[in-house]
């Protein structure tokens, strides 16, 4: 398995910025699958940003020209980098670590709040 540890979340205003980071424990170049999810109170976790092994991304429409999901193999790390946030974007967001592993990380609390 891999270990996964997400960071960068924090209280931001609407529209501004985070980058979030996803480290996992080791080499990321053989996983197919990665994604970005989120999870607002009493609502159910959504897939926010994916990335595979061969380059394909796919947003979720809410997120789609505001974030941009990233890959850096060196640093066995995926970013989600959010730019113009808005108060619907509050939740816990989680990194998935797929195929050929399924592995979750803890979860960062991003709030966007004036």
């Known amino acids: 398995q891999v270990q996964v540890v997400e960071s960068g979340g924090g209280l931001v205003q609407p529209g501004g910025s985070l980058r979030l980071s996803c480290a996992a424990s080791?080499?990321?170049?053989?996983?197919?699958?990665m994604g970005w999810y989120r999870q607002a109170p009493g609502k159910q976790r959504e897939l926010v940003a994916s990335?595979?092994?061969?380059?394909?991304?796919q947003y979720a429409d809410s997120v789609k020209g505001r974030f941009t999901i990233s890959r850096d193999n060196a640093k066995n790390t995926v970013y989600l980098q959010m730019n113009v946030l808005k108060p619907e974007d509050t939740a816990v967001y989680y990194c998935?670590?797929?195929?050929?592993?399924?592995?979750w990380g803890q979860g960062t609390q991003v709030t966007v709040s004036s």
């Open positions: 080791r080499s990321i170049f053989n996983i197919y699958f």
């Open positions: 998935h670590i797929g195929t050929p592993f399924d592995s």
């Open positions: 990335i595979t092994s061969t380059g394909g991304i």
